[in-house]
Nanobody
């Protein structure tokens, strides 16, 4: 089992920045890739960014150049640095961790960007 706990969400003005953290515990040796999803009210959950165990990253087009995903394996923590935030980035952000045959989800953290 893997437990994921997100933190760092909050209210920020458009153009501002936030850094989300996702702390993993439990059977962390089984984790391969990790990533961030988000879900805005009335919309489907969307994949935002992923990072492999080797540090290869991928992003949805709408956040390219603004968001950066990283992971500190020594601290068992993944981060999402979000810059130049826009109102359309408002959503609940979830971290995920992939292990063989299973995907784990965090509980989510709210990000609200005011215009």
């Amino acid at each position: 089992q893997v437990q994921l706990v997100e933190s760092g969400g909050g209210l920020v003005q458009a153009g501002g920045s936030l850094r989300l953290s996702c702390a993993a515990s439990g059977s962390i040796f089984s984790i391969n890739g990790m990533g961030w999803y988000r879900q805005a009210p009335g919309k489907q959950r969307e994949l935002v960014a992923t990072i492999t165990s080797g540090g290869i990253t991928n992003y949805v087009d709408s956040v390219l150049g603004r968001f950066t995903v990283s992971r500190d394996n020594a601290k068992n923590t993944m981060y999402l640095q979000m810059n130049s935030l826009k109102p359309e980035d408002t959503a609940v952000y979830y971290c995920v961790a992939d292990a063989p045959f299973r995907r784990y989800w965090g509980q989510g953290t709210q990000v609200t960007v005011s215009s």
